[in-house]
T-cell receptor, first 114, second 114 residues
Framework: DVKVTQSSRYLVKRTGEKVFLECVQD?????MFWYRQDPGLGLRLIYF???????EKGDIPEGYSVSREKKERFSLILESASTNQTSMYLC?????????????FGPGTRLTVL | GESVGLHLPTLSVQEGDNSIINCAYS??????FIWYKQESGKGPQFIID?????DKRQGQRVTVLLNKTVKHLSLQIAATQPGDSAVYFC?????????????FGAGTILRVKS
């Protein structure tokens, strides 16, 4: 019953490293999202994509980029990781016509930048 | 820098009691609201939703109440069980038919005592 998977549950990187977080969904959804989650701040949208090769900035895109070469895969890239990017990263996907009731989240990747 | 490590409000209830989790939203244009449940080590899961043309909606053991006058949303859980222990988030969006963006609250921790 796997729906949204993320490549790593835990990741430790050093300042300045390039970091790739991968997300894959098996529901043929058009829309995919990357959020970061910090205590007391809820989930904040970094980037989203509504189609292959399309992307839109969310509320906090600075320091991040994304790639969507295939419909099922949405990657979040930290070009040069910094300590303030230590966080939990959540990927989500949603169908174009199915609504938020079927927006599914992955289990999250907890990234620590040293 | 960012504010991280903020403490979430915590609600502790006895097993079998009813729980009420509250959420204040700020955007009077918000038209659609969702409650999510996030268990430890998992991504958020959809619980129940409500549109702004309603003031109450019931699901299985859960009820969402919406008071647009004071911009307040609540989630009531009847006969709370240990499996209800989680972080609960409210989320809002101005127009679910058009917007892809949800705005999340900070979350509330629910602890169920046996």
């Amino acid at each position: 019953d796997v729906k949204v998977t993320q490549s790593s549950r835990y990741l430790v990187k050093r300042t300045g490293e390039k970091v790739f977080l991968e997300c894959v969904q098996d529901m043929d959804h058009e829309n995919m999202f990357w959020y970061r989650q910090d205590p007391g701040l809820g989930l904040r949208l970094i980037y989203f994509s509504y189609d292959v090769k399309m992307k839109e900035k969310g509320d906090i895109p600075e320091g991040y980029s994304v790639s969507r070469e295939k419909k099922e895969r949405f990657s979040l890239i930290l070009e040069s990781a910094s300590t303030n990017q230590t966080s939990m990263y959540l990927c989500a996907s949603r169908g174009e016509t199915s609504g938020y009731r079927t927006q599914y989240f992955g289990p999250g990747t907890r990234l620590t930048v040293l | 820098g960012e504010s991280v490590g903020l403490h979430l409000p915590t609600l502790s209830v006895q097993e079998g009691d009813n729980s009420i989790i509250n959420c204040a939203y700020s955007n009077s244009a918000s038209d659609y609201f969702i409650w999510y449940k996030q268990e430890s080590g998992k991504g958020p899961q959809f619980i129940i939703d409500i549109r702004s043309n309603m003031d109450k909606r019931q699901g299985q053991r859960v009820t969402v109440l919406l008071n647009k006058t004071v911009k307040h949303l609540s989630l009531q859980i009847a006969a709370t069980q240990p499996g209800d222990s989680a972080v609960y988030f409210c989320a809002e969006t101005p127009a679910p038919e058009y917007g892809n963006k949800l705005v999340f609250g900070a979350g509330t921790i629910l602890r169920v005592k046996s």
